[in-house]
């Protein structure tokens, strides 16, 4: 008999761990959870307030105070910030950027982890974003890790972008990428090992974003039926 269980879905930017979890959960029945869109949701509301990103005061109280739900309906999730439809506007690069720069503090994070948490404490759901296999939810059943060279994710973000009709540079984006690639790498190394020794790695580059969601969904029906919950 199977049993409905926590999968969390990490790795860096453009990895295609949102496609790849949104779809994961929709197959599974699922709640998703881009535990990320929390943290552009805090970077848009600073930046709208004009409130530094990198003051850590000021970003947890921003975070105390901010309403942040996930409305599912018609096939889609949106992200409700104050009761505002947040959910393109937290996909820009000057948001990317705050999100990343607010992710590193401490008082942030465990704001946002206790809200994460609440949310999949009965199983059933996948959650999507940093620290979900480690600091989220330590014992998931499944926790896996998407990997990609920086240019073909580079390439991914400029897709998106293009297809939502904004301007995409790519040596740009490169360099996003490797910036923040180094900023997560510091939160890492203060916060712990990342990811977990049980995580599984998978290499989405060259691959197809089908190949992807059935790799981790064939790995999500085995632990459902074979994992006993710890």
Known sequence: MSRRIVVAIDGPAGSGKSTTAREVANRLGYLYLD??????????????????????????????????????GEGSQRILLDGEDVTDLIRTPEVSDAASRVAVHPQVREVLISLQQAMGTKGGIVLEGRDTGTVVFPKAELKVFLVADVDERARRRR???????????????????????????????????????????????????????????SLARQRSVNTVRR
């Open 35 to 72: 535990t990320g869109a929390m943290y552009r949701a805090l970077g848009l509301s600073l930046l709208r307030s004009g409130r530094n990103p990198d003051d850590e005061r000021q970003a947890s109280a921003c975070a105390r105070e901010m309403e942040i739900k996930f409305d599912v």
């Open 159 to 217: 897709d998106e972008m293009l297809a939502r009709g904004e301007d995409a540079d790519l040596r740009v984006l490169v360099r996003q990428i490797h910036e923040r690639d180094a900023r997560d790498e510091e939160t890492q190394l203060r916060s712990g090992e990342w990811p977990a020794p049980d995580t599984i790695r998978v290499d989405t580059t060259g691959m197809a974003i089908e190949d992807q969601v059935s790799q981790v969904l």
